[in-house]
């Protein structure tokens, strides 16, 4: 199976050696999305809610240049820097993603790119 590289305008370039969005037949993997503004390259804000908004509006930019929407998510992974972050994390998650939801994990991790305090990954279908 050859594999489709989705290469997005509206969102910020890889910070290594990856792919944004890699198609395999009918499932496109976008690899983690943090809260840099595409426009400026720098983190969106200190605050978790606003780097949630940037972190998903970043996820949704590649999803589109791949002709998808949030829609097409079936799994989404989200990586928190603070566990006691989870409900605001998850308002804004919800504000995005409509019934039926799709499946999801969300861990708590040590450390993430530039100190960001929330990272998203999905997996989504055509």
């Known amino acids: 199976m050859a594999k489709q590289i989705v290469v997005a305008e509206g969102s910020s370039p890889p910070i290594g050696p990856y792919s944004l969005g890699v198609w395999a037949g009918d499932l496109l993997f976008v690899s983690g999305q943090t ?6 390259g720098v983190v969106a804000s200190d605050n978790v809610v606003e780097q ?3 972190t ?4 949704r930019a590649i999803l589109e240049a791949a002709g998808l929407t949030l829609d097409n998510v ?10 006691n972050d989870f ?3 998850n308002d804004v998650y919800a504000s995005y993603f409509q019934k039926p939801y799709p499946a999801r994990s969300c861990v708590e991790v040590a ?10 990954e999905v997996v989504a279908s055509r």
């Open 56 to 59: 998903i509006k970043n996820v």
């Open 35 to 40: 809260p840099i503004d595409p426009a400026t």
């Open 87 to 89: 409900a605001a994390i």
């Open 111 to 120: 450390r993430l790119p530039r100190d960001v305090l929330v990272e998203i």
């Open 74 to 83: 079936v799994k989404a992974t989200v990586f928190i820097k603070n566990m």
């Open 52 to 54: 949630a908004h940037q």
